[in-house]
């Protein structure tokens, strides 16, 4: 089955840099989401890219998206210490209503 | 605001009992998923449904059976929970035509 893969695994960066997480996938689709989670909780979306769009914003977060090299990468700026979580990029399968997620980013931001 | 109900937030059952995870959700989604997230695996689709008494399998089915018969309800059943069955569980909706899920805050259960 098809599966965004993310990568890093893990990100740590200090207060006030950007982080950058990537993501690839292996099929069609027709669009890919971002989502968040913190420790123990559910996931919460962030934003969604179509795959006819190259790229969004949405305040402090850039996605972009390369559907020839099937990946996609989020930029968070400016990050902040409430950014600490998990993050996971989603596709849907194009031919069904399967969401599919991948193994997801921890990032840690340092004081 | 959507609101997606788990009913239990921490679970410890014995090996070989049967247990029923539910889902509820408020706002008339058709679609409803149940993953398992395990450290370093990310989340995993179990079953879904897309409409009331439809189910579909996810990629790791084994061990696991689903029942829809209200829109709004989505149960997991594991039929004889079993130690490797230990995860969080976290349950979705989506509303058809759209691709935003909505998520649960996940039951955690422990099988001892």
């Known amino acids: 089955s098809q599966q965004g893969e993310e990568d890093p695994q893990a990100l740590s960066i200090q207060e006030g840099e950007n982080a950058t997480m990537n993501c690839s996938y292996k099929t069609s689709i027709n669009n890919l989401q971002w989502y968040r989670q913190n420790s123990g909780r559910g996931l919460v979306h962030l934003i969604l890219?179509?795959?006819?769009?190259r790229e969004k914003h949405s305040g402090r977060l850039r996605v972009t998206l390369d559907t020839s090299k099937k990946s996609s990468s989020l930029l968070i700026t400016a990050s902040r210490a409430a950014d600490t979580a998990s993050y996971f990029c989603?596709?849907?399968?194009?031919?069904?209503?399967?969401?599919?997620f991948g193994s997801g980013t921890r990032l840690s931001i340092r004081p | 605001d959507v609101k997606v109900t788990q009913s239990s937030r921490y679970l410890v059952k014995r090996t070989g009992e049967k247990v029923f995870l539910e889902c509820v959700q408020d706002?008339?989604?058709?679609?409803m998923f149940w993953y398992r997230q395990d450290p370093g695996l990310g989340l995993r689709l179990i079953y879904f449904s897309y409409d009331v008494k439809m189910k579909e399998k996810g990629d790791i089915p084994e061990g696991y059976s689903v029942s829809r018969e209200k829109k709004e309800r989505f149960s997991l059943i594991l039929e004889s929970a079993s130690t490797n069955q230990t995860s969080m569980y976290l349950c979705a909706s989506v509303s058809r035509g759209n691709t935003e899920a909505f998520f649960g805050q996940g039951t955690r259960l422990t099988v001892v």
């Open positions: 890219i179509r795959s006819n769009e």
């Open positions: 706002m008339d989604h058709e679609n």
């Open positions: 989603a596709t849907d399968d194009s031919s069904a209503s399967k969401i599919i």
